[in-house]
């Protein structure tokens, strides 16, 4: 793997086996990501976009070929390494924002920092440089039910990068979320990822996040349809 | 790792419903607790009870002789021995000659046994001073069952008739001089006491003791020819077995108890596990393993046990000791029903054991039944859990 590239997929299939029939969710996808990109999947419903991400996430395995996330292989992780594998280097943003409902903001921001072997200090601290990041720093002890969907998005993100991953993947981060709120945390991951260097990877239809974007691959029916730089990128 | 930690957050964040199972369990170990404690207090009671009037520090037999054979007793008798008639005479023993007997009372016939003590004895607490009342006849003190049973009380006159040691019969009326109360069956039911010089004469065994009681602390019990040193041990092993018994069959009730608490923190976590099948894939997707998210969900129910704990604290402590004060007091009738004689008033008894030993078979438990339904999350695809699907 070169300096810079830090995910290669090489003949990435995925076959959903689906009764006596199965269904390619992935077809022979070759793909390199490299350190600092802000990139959109986009395709139609079941192109394999999703699937692309939680292979990449170490959620799932490939049924052929393989992927390479951060120098490790993840078709050939053990749970315990997948795992591993996650809590350093990947985050994830998910469509429906995911926060564990009985924790405070602080506390979802918290614990994945809890998984690593942070003092209580370090944490504190980078818990509140996160909540900073996304402008939500005087929420920290609120709960999840008390936040706005555009809230609980940016607590999502805090919690996706408060460990500074190398990786961010967000699957469909707007697709909850009014247009006003979208921006808001479409700039604030686009900020990170300039200030960070982190690695953005969103699965989207949104065309709002499609125009933040430096890069677009467009997949259809699991494979990859177009592969394109784009002009209107925020960040550098 | 903080699972711990995690631990906590989940279990409090729960709010009403980890109270509300807390409660459940908590009632389960106050219960059992309160159960164990009353059947320590029986124990307790019943060993004291019958070592004050009827066992003392243990009992010589005249070999052949057992109480639960009524053929033995009409040829249990045998002169006091040196060493024992030295314990008596020093206020340090006392004899007993027992002797079978029939009461007639009310035109019935009713089987006894006649007991011969001395009225100054001070080895047992059994009141045989009203014995020495020299106004009446011959005096006799009986049990407060004895004297519900026949029919009698204190003034009573009572005709029984006996055989002496030659086999001739004979018969003669008693005044009820004191009718006592004991816990102590077998002193009470079935028995008339009587000075045991008039019993002497009557049976024609003059000098002569079925049993003698040595007093408590007595040690070490000298070997005796032609008699046989019972300890308290051996004489208190059927009540205990007894007690043992009912103890066994009182472990229906907890473990219905225990089944109830634990059906609800099963169900609770089963429950939990669908409900937050979606946290189950966040917490995946965050770097948590499945084998570490099935110790925190086994360890969020395991801990309701301690919440338990600390719940039937609150409660329990006043509860119990309010008990431990007052005692639980029921009428006789029901006493005998229980099979076994008891006190009007029982009191619990509380060791650190007990409530230890308690603690730990409810965690113990509840572990168990925490981990049981957790097992499925190790199935879950957290693609799928993450989504909120079931896989």
Do not use: C
Request: net charge positive; no cysteine.
């Amino acid at each position: 793997m070169d300096n810079g590239t830090i995910i290669r997929t090489q003949e990435l299939t995925k076959v959903y086996p689906m009764g006596r029939s199965s269904i390619r969710a992935l077809n022979n996808v070759n793909l390199t990501f490299d350190r600092g990109e802000f990139v959109a999947l986009v395709g139609p419903s079941g192109s394999g976009k999703t699937t692309l991400l939680n292979i990449i996430g170490s959620l799932d395995t490939p049924t052929e070929g393989g992927a390479e996330v951060m120098g490790r292989r993840v078709e050939t992780l053990s749970h315990r390494q997948a795992a591993e594998l996650r809590s350093r280097h990947i985050g994830f943003i998910f469509q429906t924002f995911n926060l564990l409902p009985v924790y405070t903001a602080y506390e979802n921001v918290e614990f994945p920092l809890l998984l690593l072997k942070m003092s209580a200090a370090e944490r504190k601290k980078a818990v509140l440089d996160a909540l900073e990041w996304v402008g939500l720093a005087d929420r920290a002890k609120s709960r999840p039910g008390q936040l706005s969907g555009g809230q609980s998005q940016r607590v999502a993100i805090a919690r996706a990068v408060v460990k500074r991953p190398g990786i961010v993947l967000a699957d469909e981060p707007t697709a909850n979320l009014d247009a006003e709120n979208s921006h808001m945390i479409l700039d604030t991951m686009e900020s990170l990822n300039r200030n960070l260097g982190t690695t953005f990877i969103f699965a989207t239809h949104d065309e709002k996040v499609i125009r933040h974007v430096r890069r677009k691959i467009t997949l259809v029916d699991g494979a990859v349809a177009r592969d394109e730089k784009m002009k209107t990128g925020g960040a550098s | 790792m903080k699972i711990f930690k995690l631990a906590v957050r989940n279990m409090l964040g729960a709010g009403t419903k980890t109270w509300l199972n807390a409660l459940v369990l908590s009632f389960s170990f106050v219960a059992i607790i309160w159960a164990q404690s009353l059947f320590k207090g029986l124990d307790e009671e019943a060993s004291r009870s019958l070592t004050d009037i009827e066992y003392g520090g243990g009992q010589y037999w005249v070999e052949g002789y057992d109480p639960l054979d009524p053929f033995s007793i009409q040829d249990s008798h045998r002169p006091v021995p040196p060493p024992l008639a030295e314990l008596v005479e020093g206020g340090r023993a006392a004899a007993i000659l027992v002797v079978q007997g029939t009461l007639y009372v009310d035109g019935r016939t009713q089987s006894i046994l006649l007991k011969g003590i001395d009225p100054g004895q001070r080895v047992l607490t059994l009141p045989s001073s009203a014995l020495a009342a020299a106004d009446h006849e011959i005096p006799a003190v009986i049990g407060t069952r004895m004297a519900r049973n026949a029919g009698l009380k204190k003034g009573a006159t009572l005709t029984v008739r006996w055989r002496d040691v030659r086999g001739t019969f004979d018969a003669r009326d008693f005044v009820v001089t004191e009718v006592f109360e004991t816990t102590a069956a077998s002193a009470d039911a079935g028995t008339v006491w009587i000075p045991l010089e008039d019993l002497r004469r009557m049976a024609g065994a003059p000098e002569e003791a079925t049993l003698v009681v040595v007093e408590k602390g007595y040690a070490p019990a000298p070997v005796v020819a032609g008699w046989a040193f019972k300890d308290t041990e051996f004489l208190l092993r059927d009540i205990r077995e007894f007690i043992e018994m009912k103890t066994i069959g009182m472990s229906i009730f907890y473990v219905v108890l225990m089944s109830l608490a634990m059906l609800a923190i099963f169900n609770t976590q089963v429950l939990s596990i669908w409900r937050r099948r979606r946290e189950i894939g966040t917490m995946i997707a965050l770097g948590l393993t499945r084998a570490r998210v099935i110790a925190l969900f086994t360890l969020e129910g395991s801990m309701l046990s301690f919440l338990a704990v600390l719940v039937g604290a609150v409660y329990g402590v006043p509860l119990l000791a309010w008990f431990a004060v007052s005692g639980w007091s029921f009428p006789a009738e029901q006493t005998e029903s229980f099979g076994l004689a008891l006190g009007n008033t029982l009191y619990p008894i509380y060791s650190v054991g007990l409530v230890a030993g308690t603690a730990l078979l409810v965690f113990l438990i509840t572990t168990v039944v925490s981990f049981l339904p957790t097992r499925r999350i190790a199935k879950l695809k957290p693609t799928d859990a993450i989504k909120g699907k079931l896989s």
